[in-house]
C-alpha cells in the first residue's frame, strides 16, 4: 500500500476513479437485493393470503376453482382474483348436458 502523500495528481484521480466504480456497483447491487427482496416478501403475502382464503372456507366450489385453474397453470395471484371474484359475484358452476357437449364438438369439428 503506498502512501497517499506520494502518489501524483493522476495517480490520486484514477483512484478516486476506482473506488467510484466500486461504489457504484456496491449502490447497484443494494438496489437489485432490496428490488428481490420486495418481490419474495410480496410473494409471500399472496401465498399468505391464499393459505387464509382456503383455511376459512371448505367449499366445493373453491376446490373446483383452485383445481381447474391449478391445472391450467394459474399464479398465486390470479387464484385470489378468481376467489374474490367468486365471493364478491357469486361462483355458479354450469353443468352441461351430452346434448349440449355434442353440439360444441360439432361446432367445434365444422369449424365454427
Given amino acids: 500500500h503506498t ?23 456496491w449502490k447497484f447491487k443494494s438496489l437489485n437485493d432490496t428490488r428481490g427482496i420486495s418481490h419474495t416478501l410480496n410473494n409471500l403475502d399472496m401465498h399468505s393470503a391464499l393459505v387464509m382464503a382456503l383455511s376459512q372456507s371448505d367449499a366445493p366450489w373453491l376446490h373446483h ?26 361462483y355458479r358452476p354450469h353443468s352441461y ?16
Fill in 3 to 25: 502512501r497517499w502523500s506520494l502518489l501524483t495528481i493522476v495517480q490520486l484521480q484514477s483512484l478516486i476513479d476506482e473506488r467510484n466504480h466500486e461504489l457504484n456497483w
Fill in 65 to 90: 376453482i383452485l383445481h381447474t385453474l391449478h391445472k391450467n397453470g394459474a399464479s398465486v395471484q390470479t387464484i385470489l382474483c378468481w376467489i374474490e371474484d367468486a365471493v364478491a359475484n357469486g
Fill in 97 to 112: 348436458n351430452q346434448d349440449e357437449l355434442d353440439l360444441a364438438l360439432l361446432i367445434y369439428h365444422v369449424g365454427g
